[in-house]
Nanobody
């Protein structure tokens, strides 16, 4: 079965950096868009950044200039480099991807990784 597995979360001080990674595994033909979402306690899940199959990127205004999303198509991975972290970046971060599988295109989600920024 298709799986998205995240890694790289943790505890960091404000102003610090973290790098999240997500690897897709299983049986699929192609990966379209990949992205990162986050959900803070008591808040709705929100989009952080996406990267298309052509490498085009999109960022939430709150992370522009601080976060960078990238993907490695050969390794079926997506990364999120997070710099200048703020306490408001504290959340569970989820990887998401649109994959072409045997019965069509489907969205998949990772299990989430906790990012905690201490002030």
């Amino acid at each position: 079965q298709v799986q998205l597995v995240e890694s790289g979360g943790g505890l960091v001080q404000a102003g610090g950096s973290l790098r999240l990674s997500c690897a897709a595994s299983g049986v699929f033909f192609r990966i379209n868009a990949m992205g990162w979402y986050r959900q803070a306690p008591g808040k709705q899940r929100e989009l952080v950044a996406t990267v298309g199959s052509d490498g085009s990127t999109m960022y939430a205004d709150s992370v522009k200039g601080r976060f960078t999303i990238s993907r490695d198509n050969a390794k079926n991975t997506v990364h999120l480099q997070m710099n200048s972290l703020k306490s408001e970046d504290t959340a569970v971060y989820y990887c998401a991807a649109e994959l072409w599988v045997i019965d069509g295109s489907r969205d998949y989600w990772g299990q989430g990784t906790q990012v905690t920024v201490s002030s």
